[in-house]
């Protein structure tokens, strides 16, 4: 087991004057259940439910009332003495809607207590039963696949990580952080594949594993599928992201298909709450307020770079390539700074963007869009110099603020790009392998005030 981003958060809310129970939220196999684990080794009574077994789901069946039910949960499981910090684990909560009920009196009635669920297809869930979490009782977190610097962590190499943290970079250390980070592009980010392959450094055992993942998901994405058009329309999606992702996609004829719009749509609505895609629409607009235009055509993510690198058969080509960018015709680099911007989200619920012009027949497209300090910052993946930089210098031109990104298989500099009207902006080129550091070299280089502050 190796520690995880989210084991620091579990600590600060179980220092909280104001804790709530806590719900983790994600896709099965990213770690939620282990993460637990490891931090309730900090507290004297560990209790450990899953609701996927029917001797603990019907504990909240039996019992309503939250003292009594308490007090059968400690017999039950024998636990004899429950002073001091206890902590209570409610997994795959999905499973029982009165555990879901449960977490309210919890946190009205038995505040002494630490309390964390989780659920792996919890959305779905939540949407097919059409079932609300206890408003204002409940805290929730969302757990993804291991981040790069998460990554390092479970390699050990503690000292390059401490190096990445440092800012500005030193020069001599980004050769050594590259071929870290390929070696994450390449297999990715879930834990189970990322363990086998420290392990092992293995790529068939890779393999296997992330087939096993997959096949798992297959069985789970189809349990929620109301109608066989539906089901249909899942199967036909899964199958064909490969093919999909980072483009621009619309509901109406998807993949060449015949499928009915509306089954697309709910299709891939199931597999988002499944957490197994993400649907990222577009600004249309050049500074804030703004909300994403869902209208507009989304681009799909997958859950996991890695997973993709499997589906879509290009794990050969991390082998005798110098850069990274080439790689599955670029899709593979932005995909997995997309993974990476949703995955540094954490407790703050933001859907991922892009940027498109809101001109017919214009073609003009931004990868990504970055909200901070009030601004939308816009960051393209690249591989080519900034002149290059077509529709970010578009963007540019109506924009308010003075800073955008490209990440890229380079070294980081920083460029003073002058606009038509004369006003310059600050063009950051940063490479793909540090962007953990992203929100540090923003409030770094951006003149706008931080949220705080505004």
């Not at 790689?327 to 993974?339: F, P, R, V």
Request: glycine share 6%; hydrophobic share 40%.
């Amino acid at each position: 087991m190796f520690s995880r981003k989210l084991n620091r958060y579990l600590k600060d809310w179980s220092e909280s004057s104001f804790r709530k129970p806590l719900l983790i939220r994600g896709a099965r196999q990213v770690g939620k259940t282990t993460a637990v684990r490891m931090f309730a080794r900090k507290f004297d009574v560990f209790i450990e439910l899953n609701m996927e077994l029917d001797d603990d789901s019907e504990l909240f069946e039996r019992e309503s009332d939250i003292n009594r039910l308490c007090n059968l949960i400690f017999l039950v499981k024998g636990v004899a003495n429950s002073r001091g910090r206890v902590l209570i684990f409610i997994d795959e909560i999905q499973h029982s809607e009165r555990a879901i009920a449960s977490l309210r009196y919890f946190h009205e009635q038995r505040p002494d207590l630490y309390v964390i669920a989780a659920g792996s297809l919890l959305e779905a869930f939540l949407d097919r039963k059409r079932i609300g979490l206890p408003v204002g009782r409940v805290s929730s977190i969302w757990m993804y696949p291991l981040d790069f610097e998460e990554f390092l962590e479970a390699a050990e190499q503690h000292q390059l990580l401490s190096e990445l943290k440092e800012l500005p970079h030193k020069d001599y250390l980004l050769p050594v952080i590259n071929r870290w980070f390929r070696q994450y592009a390449l297999i990715g980010g879930m834990p189970e594949v990322v363990s086998a392959f420290l392990k092992t450094n293995d790529l068939s055992v890779v393999r296997r594993l992330q087939a096993d993942l997959l096949a798992a998901y297959d069985d789970d994405m189809i349990k929620y599928a109301q109608t066989r058009d539906q089901a249909d329309a899942i199967r036909f999606i899964w199958k064909r992201l490969p093919l999909e992702v980072c483009k621009q996609v619309s509901f109406g004829g998807f993949g060449k298909s015949e499928l009915r719009t509306e089954s697309v749509r709910s299709a891939m609505r199931i597999l988002e709450l499944c957490g197994l895609i993400y649907m990222v629409s577009p600004y249309t607009t050049y500074e804030l307020p703004a909300l994403p235009d869902y209208s507009k055509k989304v681009k799909l993510l997958m859950l996991d770079t890695g997973l993709l690198n499997y589906l879509a058969g290009v794990q050969a080509e991390y082998f005798g390539t110098q850069s990274l960018n080439s790689i599955y015709k670029g899709a593979a680099m932005e995909h997995l700074i997309g993974q990476s911007l949703i995955s540094q989200g954490g407790e703050e619920i933001l859907p991922l963007s892009y940027w498109q012009r809101d001109k017919r027949g214009s073609t003009a497209e931004i990868d990504y869009v970055y909200r901070h300090g009030g601004k939308l910052i816009p960051i393209e993946v690249k591989a080519g110099t900034c002149g290059t930089l077509k529709s970010l210098h578009l963007f540019m031109e109506k924009s308010p603020q003075d800073l955008a990104i490209r990440f890229y298989d380079g070294e980081f500099r920083v460029q003073t790009v002058e606009r038509k009207t004369g006003n310059p902006f600050t063009l950051l080129n940063i490479p793909l392998a540090l962007i953990g550091n992203l929100r540090e070299y923003v409030r770094m280089y951006s003149k706008a005030a931080e949220p705080s502050q505004l």
